[in-house]
């Protein structure tokens, strides 16, 4: 290649490339220092908006012309290693990058819409751990859910939607669990969403025929004291988790329902026979996020105030365990038996009464538990 065209290369590509980065760079910066959780490139007509989900809410921080907006995606794309030419058809990456100091996980999602792509980044912190004791709004609940990891075999199950915090929890357990207990525990997961040493981590992998199942079945030779099953997706999981939990270990999974109890007709519906679901079953939780009051600023944060950042969001529990799950199961089989535990709504509404949560959360939380 001749001097006069890399220069000519030089000055029309390069900078190019450059802005580009310096504009990703800029947008993963700006939605790691807001604690945001996801970030949507979404197209338009005419340009393209570039938002962040904080909790609940979507918030725009930023509008591109069409042009620029599928450069960024692109340059996204191959910084994943993804098929940059490839806009018809989704696709999935992940990157592992330096933001502000810390190293951020990065994973991505495309899905074509009117011949454009649209690309979502979820924001994993792979040094933000919470803190064993900080894991609930309310303490007492965080030491009977470590309490349930004392049992050698069983099935624990964490419910919740989307973005609840389920993942977080189960790691701030296991991680706690492993140091004090000392077992072994093996996750199958897809993805890998955190990297700790303390536990040994497996990839759901379809395209190497690592999928949850077969994981499963390969995990059960390796002599796991606990297994974490990233989610239950389909029967044939739910049937190995629960032969694993028989068989002598202790499982722990997540699923997407809508309350604790909700999570035992899940079982059901996945084939999985009442006799085994009453000898596994340990505990079922249902977990929210919650946004805080500031205790100094008494509703949102100032700029200015000391706090801001610390009082943003926390977990609170529904727990189904003992004599209430035994309640519970009994209900689901048609019996006309009442399980007398406290929900999701009581546990919202006892933190809005001590003034630790947002009273709007109410409405957000509960409005449909209401509707039963």
Known sequence: MSNYTYDKIKKVVFPIVSEIEILANRIISDAARNQATDIHISPRQNDTLVQI???NKLIPRLTLPKNEC?????????????DIGERRRPQSGAIVCNVNG??????????????????VIRLLPQQDQIPFHQLSLFPSMTRKLLALL?????????TGPTGSGKTTTLYSLLNETAHLFHRNVITLEDPVEK???SVLQ??????????????????????PDIIMVGEIRDAETAKIAVRAAL????VLTTMHTRDAKGAVFRLREFGVNWLEVEQTLIAVTAQRLVELTCPFCEDECSPNCYTSGRWKRASVFELLSGRNLNAAMRAAKGEKITANYRTLKNVIRKGIVLGFIKPSEYDRLVFDNDQR
Request: no cysteine.
């Open 150 to 158: 004392k049992h050698a075999h069983g099935l624990i199950i964490f």
């Open 195 to 197: 990297t700790y040493d």
């Open 102 to 119: 810390q190293i951020m996980g990065l994973r991505l999602s495309t899905l074509p819409s009117n011949n454009r792509e649209s690309l």
């Open 70 to 82: 599928e450069r960024l995606i692109s340059h996204f794309k191959f910084t994943a290693n993804m």
């Open 53 to 55: 989900r904080l909790t």
């Open 202 to 223: 497996v990839q759901v992998n379809e395209k190497a025929g690592v999928t949850y199942a077969a994981g499963l079945k390969a995990i059960l030779r390796h002599d």
């Open 247 to 250: 068989t002598g270990h202790l």
